[in-house]
Each structure stands twice: as C-alpha cells, then as structure tokens.
C-alpha cells in the first residue's frame, strides 16, 4: 500500500498528561513547571527546545518547542518580536535536522485546540525526525495551490484550492525570492538540501502566520477552535499550511472526498484586507 505506516507505543501513550478538561489523565501543565523540564536541547528567552518524554512513535527522535511562558496565550496574542523569535528558532533547528542526513523525513508542526489531536493546552510545537518515513507520500504538490491573497519578501498566501482535508486551508509559500541567490535547493519533494530562509522572509512569513491565525480565530468564534500548522519542504523551499479543525467530516474519513468551500474568493478578500495592514 502507498501509505507510510509507524508504529505508535501504546504502553508510553498510556502516561501522556492531559491538560484539556474531559480528557484522561488530567494534569497540571508540565511545561509551566520549567525547572522540572528535562532533556532541555536549546533555549532563546522564554521559548525552550526539548526531547518529547513521550517518545510515542517508533522509530524516530520527538522533540517539543515550549513556545512561551504563558500557558493560556497563542499566536495571536505574541507580541510581533516573539512571534519573529520563534518562528527563526524553530526553522532554524527544523532545518538543522532536515540537513543533518541523520533522517529520511522530519516533520514540524503545531497543535493547538482540543480538536487538533493535542493533549496540553500549553502553546508548543513538535519537530520529529524519522528514519523510514517516506516524505514523497506526505502531501500531494497541488494542495499547496489557492486563490492568491498577497505575495511579500518571498512569501506567498493563498487559500487553498485543494484543500488536503476540507473547508478553508491557507498556504505559505516560500518562493525563490525567500532565499539567497547562492543557495542550492533539492527537487520535488526530497527533504534536502533545504536552506535556511532570508532573514526577512522568515519576519514576513511570523507575522504573516500570526495574521492567518488572528484572522481564522476571529471567523471560528468558538471556545474550543482548534486549527494545526504544518511546515512541509516541496522543491527545497519552506511551505506552511494553516489548518482550522473540526470534527472531520464522514466523507473524508470514509471516502477521501475533500470539501472545497464556496467561499473562497471572498474569504482570500477579507485575509487579503487583513494582511495588507500588517
Ligand atoms: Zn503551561
């Protein structure tokens, strides 16, 4: 089957602490506890790179990036210099395993809501490294294609016309215009060489996320939303997808039929208006 398939320690998954109501194993924040953390691989004020104590998927290397101290905040509540921060330290050490050939895919992504599959309300992302997971079967090239919104310093929006599940998908792209002339990149979906952006790019693509997550929270007027970032490599360059969660629906689960909503062009209008002012 064209599928990657892992497999996922059940007996580890059992402990995992769970910080949003309703769950099993209800805890206090972990990652609000700092002098406990352990495994600690980097730090830049506030923001830490750890090992993930719950190594759940075997093989591969699960690490955490604690986004802040401030357990109940997210994005859109960052001021625009963190946001900055932390989006060049979690590229920079992505990429820095991407590059390190010690890995055949490494992923980077972030969970936030009950219904994005995470367990811990605290903001964070993961960075996994696997040895024997096929990138080429992660994500179709046509996904990232949309209505355009605005394109600035290399970094491209879009809402999704292919969206990879359903409803209102938003693209980051990063075109060659993000990168330094000299710089060589790997072709189709191969993980490296995948080169560290401009430095002006990575700010336009922090606040440009910060922006698509403002704007989604604001039309998803609910206290459970939910939506997950996923920062992918398609022909060397950085490309991010911005995600809103719901419960999914019947005929993707059963039948991969993806919703496309009819609303694209205005939605790209109203993000496109929002954008423009940052
Ligand atoms: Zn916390």
């Not at 604690?66 to 001021?79: K, L």
């Not at 990138?135 to 605005?150: D, N, R, T, W």
Request: aromatic share 10%; hydrophobic share 40%.
């Amino acid at each position: 089957m064209r599928v990657n398939l892992i497999d996922f320690n059940i007996a580890v998954g059992k402990h995992k602490p769970r910080t949003f109501q309703g769950m099993p194993n209800q805890s206090s924040c972990p990652f609000c506890d700092v002098k406990n953390l352990t495994g600690i691989l980097a730090t830049e004020g506030n923001i830490i790179l750890l090992k993930n104590k719950y190594n759940v998927m075997e093989p591969s290397d699960q690490l955490v990036l604690i986004e802040t101290d401030q357990c109940r905040s997210d994005i859109p509540e960052y001021s625009r210099e963190h946001m900055r921060r932390l989006v060049r330290f979690g590229l920079s050490h992505w990429l820095t395993m991407v590059n390190s050939g010690d890995y055949q895919s490494v992923v980077f992504f972030k969970n936030f809501g009950p219904l994005s599959g995470g367990t811990l309300r605290h903001p964070h992302m993961q960075i996994i490294g696997f040895p024997k997971i096929n990138p080429a079967l992660m994500y179709e090239p046509e996904e990232f294609q949309g209505v355009p919104v605005i394109t600035q310093n290399g970094v491209e929006v879009n809402i999704s016309t292919q969206p990879r599940v359903g409803f209102t998908e938003i693209n980051l792209n990063l075109t060659a215009a993000a990168y330094s002339s000299k710089v060589a990149f790997a072709e189709e979906k191969v993980q490296s060489p995948a080169p560290l952006p401009l430095p002006g790019a990575m700010d336009t693509l922090a606040d440009y996320i910060q922006g698509a997550v403002a704007f989604l929270k604001e039309i998803h007027q609910r206290e459970n939303f939910s939506y997950n970032l996923f920062f992918y490599i398609y022909q060397g360059r950085v490309h991010v997808r911005l995600m809103p969660r719901y419960p999914t629906s019947p005929l993707f689960i059963g039948y991969s039929i993806h919703l496309n909503p009819t609303n694209r062009e205005q939605t790209a209008k109203q993000l496109r208006e929002k954008l423009a002012l940052i």
